[in-house]
């Protein structure tokens, strides 16, 4: 099993910046990729960014450009940087791993919220 815990969110500027994380423990293996989902009140939650175990990265229309998801294996730390934020990047930021039979594992996620 592996457990993620999401940090970093918090109330911003819009134009400001934040850097979220997410620290994966347990049996972490035969995971081909991780990324970062985002939920909206009263939207369906939206992929944001992903990163593959070869290191190939892709990311939302809405945010090439802005954000930019790295990973510390080391650390077995994801992360999620985020400038240039605007009010509609307000949303409960989710990271994901995904096993290469496509079983998924996520974190209880956190908030993100920028201020207009």
């Known amino acids: 099993q592996v457990q993620l815990v999401e940090s970093g969110g918090t109330l911003v500027q819009a134009g400001g910046s934040l850097r979220l994380s997410c620290v994966a423990s347990?049996?972490?293996?035969?995971?081909?990729?991780r990324g970062w989902y985002r939920q909206a009140p009263g939207k369906q939650r939206e992929l944001v960014a992903v990163?593959?175990?070869?290191?190939?990265?892709n990311y939302a229309d809405s945010v090439k450009g802005r954000f930019t998801i790295s990973r510390d294996s080391t650390k077995n730390t994801l992360y999620l940087q985020m400038n240039s934020l605007k009010p509609e990047d307000t949303a409960v930021y989710y990271c994901?791993?995904?096993?290469?039979?496509?079983?998924?594992?996520w974190g209880q996620g956190t908030q993100v919220t920028v201020s207009s």
């Open positions: 347990g049996i972490i293996f035969r995971i081909n990729r």
């Open positions: 994901n791993f995904r096993r290469s039979d496509w079983y998924d594992y």
């Open positions: 990163i593959t175990s070869g290191g190939s990265t």
